[in-house]
């Protein structure tokens, strides 16, 4: 099956403590994304990766971090410096490159702090 | 401030009806999408209506976009109760016709159909 995985599907923190979130695609796509989603909110950018090596701050990367070592991987680590982490995180995948396309969601990761 | 931002909030129609969400936006863009999200999960592309076109059909979807305005609507048709979701508009920016390779999405409609 092709497609983009996320896990866990429920997180816990303790206060202080850093998480990593994993995102996962086998559709070869070029392109990743992470995305913060409050409760009746629209999506906010994390961060995003247009290439392997590469990625860039979205809106609101403080406390946040990633790393993008294998074109099928985008971990998300939530460090202590993000004051209010509780939260849906969402990974999405595109074909990427300079153009716009669709994206490919997974199913989230809902996070909350202990 | 949202690039994307809806209208209505919340919508909440019987089964048959048509259903009708807007979306405004502030800047340029290449395109703008329209996405689908059940509770609890991920969302789900729905339909991309480039800026050079003005509608788009996909079964009981239609899709406008008005670029003088600013604005796009989408249209589901002969509603039904699994149409129940949230929908998002979502803009790919531009500048110059080069797109920045990012989505903005807008705060979202929460549509209830009922049986």
């Known amino acids: 099956d092709g497609g983009i995985t996320q896990s866990p599907k429920y997180l816990f923190r303790k206060e202080g403590q850093n998480v990593t979130l994993s995102c996962e695609q086998n559709?070869?796509?070029?392109?990743m994304y992470w995305y913060r989603q409050d409760p009746g909110q629209g999506l906010r950018l994390i961060y995003y990766?247009?290439?392997?090596?590469?990625?860039q701050k979205g809106d609101i990367a403080e406390g946040y971090s990633v790393s993008r070592e294998k074109k099928e991987s985008f971990p998300l680590t939530v460090t202590s410096a993000q004051k209010n982490p509780t939260a849906f995180y969402l990974c999405?995948?595109?074909?990427?490159?300079?153009?716009?396309?669709?994206?490919?969601f997974g199913p989230g990761t809902r996070l909350t702090v202990l | 401030s949202q690039q994307g931002e809806e209208d209505p909030q919340a919508l909440s129609i019987q089964e048959g009806e048509n259903a009708t969400m807007n979306c405004s936006y502030k800047?340029?863009?290449?395109?703008l999408q329209w996405y689908r999200q059940n509770s609890g999960r991920g969302l789900v592309h729905l339909i991309l209506?480039?800026?050079?076109?003005r509608e788009k059909h996909s079964g009981r979807l239609r899709v406008t976009l008005d670029t003088s305005k600013k604005s796009s609507s989408l249209l589901i048709t002969a509603s039904r109760a699994a149409d129940t979701a949230s929908y998002f508009c979502?803009?790919?920016?531009?500048?110059?016709?080069?797109?920045?390779?990012?989505?903005?999405f807008g705060q979202g409609t929460i549509l209830t159909v009922h049986p």
């Open positions: 800047t340029s863009i290449n395109n």
């Open positions: 979502a803009t790919d920016e531009s500048a110059g016709g080069t797109s920045y390779g990012k989505l903005t």
């Open positions: 209506i480039r800026s050079n076109e």
């Open positions: 999405a995948s595109s074909t990427g490159g300079r153009g716009s396309d669709t994206q490919y």
């Open positions: 559709l070869n796509h070029d392109a």
């Open positions: 990766s247009q290439i392997v090596n590469d990625f």
